[in-house]
């Protein structure tokens, strides 16, 4: 029954319905830790969760903004619960259940994907990448994380399948990487070859006698999907936007301004250095950016008309930054701790996802926006219920 119990949340997830939101899904998910798990008290690990919970709580107490500050504390609360809650419960057969659940979560990215991209080409031919979104409540970027996550959870299936099926998860795969290419988003753009050639490696390393078979694939899977890229309108603008951006980021050049993302970066930057040890409280780091950003006369353009950055209200877009700026050191010391667990106490797709979202705060503030939070929640009740580490450990010792 309680693999049952986290099903919904698996489902919910990709499609993160306005009128169904994944909180439900995730609700049922720990309610059946707590029901059907043994109860094991510890502080071992959900004192990362506590003490990241306390100090999002405590850093409003000083911040100008504490109505915006507790909305912060709710929209991070999800990831504390859970893993203050998974911590004190260990689930029998819990490498299984956790399995089920990925796998769960992955076709059911695959049906959503599938759903939105063709929807979109009936209504809009193939449109630029912008025209693609989730529910209204995944954006491009976290719409990507998830195909990414799903892609790396079916890939690890590829090498257990036999026949038909293991083409089949092959084909869903592709698939999933193409939507990370049709998405465009950049840092994907850049990660995905990255974590293709990282994987690949690892397999010929366990594989020694399918070497050159696994070489061949690596080579030819980098091919396709760099075709891809160069061929398809929106990657390929993307990553002209990315060389100009790149080539103009201390001025102007040939007209082209640099992306938006290094200006709030900058002046995030000027903030943490006015605020650096106890940051400038829970909520107050998109309202004080704002005002920063007064002083900023870098023009920007959606088409053909001009705006000024402080003409909309914006986050740092990097999750580091944006920590720091709200809860100063020991926020981002916090943070820190909270990956490091997840890195460490995770293995196999989990850890690569855990890397994923890692690697895509660094462009985004991940925790600001709900997809963010409901993935990294549900990484960390994978972690959890999979124990992978910990029965590792007990092997060890047993020997």
């Known amino acids: 029954m309680l693999w049952l119990s986290g099903v919904p949340a698996a489902v919910l997830l990709p499609f993160a319905w306005p009128w169904l939101s994944p909180i439900y899904g995730l609700i049922l998910m720990a309610l059946g830790m707590v029901v059907w798990g043994r109860a094991r008290l510890t502080l071992k690990h959900g004192a990362v969760f506590l003490g990241f919970l306390l100090w999002e709580v405590l850093s409003v107490f000083w911040s100008p903004y504490p109505g915006l500050g507790w909305a912060d ?54 449109v630029h990448y912008k025209s693609f979104a989730l529910g209204g409540r995944v954006g491009v970027h976290f719409q990507s994380i998830y195909l990414i996550v799903a892609a790396l959870i079916l890939e690890r299936e590829i090498w257990k399948a036999k026949g038909i099926f293991r083409w089949i ?117 998109e309202e004080f950016l704002h005002e920063k950003l007064k002083t900023c006369t870098a023009t920007f353009y959606r088409g053909t008309t001009p705006y000024y950055l402080h003409e909309v209200k914006y986050d740092v877009h990097n999750i580091w930054l944006q920590s720091w700026l709200e809860g100063g050191v020991v926020g981002v010391l916090l943070l820190a701790l909270l990956f490091g667990w997840g890195l460490y106490f995770s293995s196999g797709a989990v850890r690569y996802s855990w890397i994923v979202v890692l690697l895509s705060g660094t462009t985004e503030s991940v925790l600001e926006k709900q997809a963010g939070v409901f993935i990294l929640t549900f990484l960390v009740a994978l972690t959890f219920v999979s124990g992978i580490k910990e029965r590792r450990e007990a092997s060890i010792h047993k020997r």
């Open 73 to 126: 504390v709710v929209m991070v609360l999800p990831i504390a619960l859970m893993g203050i809650i998974a911590s004190q419960f260990r689930v029998p057969q819990g490498a299984e259940i956790a399995h089920r659940w990925s796998t769960v979560f992955a076709w059911s990215t695959i049906v959503a994907w599938s759903i939105i991209f063709f929807t979109s080409v009936l209504e809009n031919g193939l």
């Open 169 to 285: 998860l092959a084909t869903a795969v592709l698939w999933l990487l193409f939507g990370v290419i049709t998405l465009s988003s950049r840092i994907h753009l850049i990660i995905v070859p990255v974590l293709i050639m990282v994987r690949f490696a690892a397999l010929i390393w366990e594989m020694k006698a399918r070497r050159k078979t696994l070489i061949a694939l690596a080579s030819a899977t980098v091919v396709v999907l760099g075709f891809l890229v160069v061929a398809l309108p929106g990657p390929r603008n993307r990553m002209i936007d990315l060389r100009n951006e790149i080539r103009s980021i201390d001025q102007k050049v040939d007209g082209k301004q640099t992306n938006h993302r290094i200006f709030l970066w900058k002046y995030g930057v000027e903030l943490v250095q006015e605020s650096t040890w106890k940051g400038l409280g829970n909520g107050a780091s």
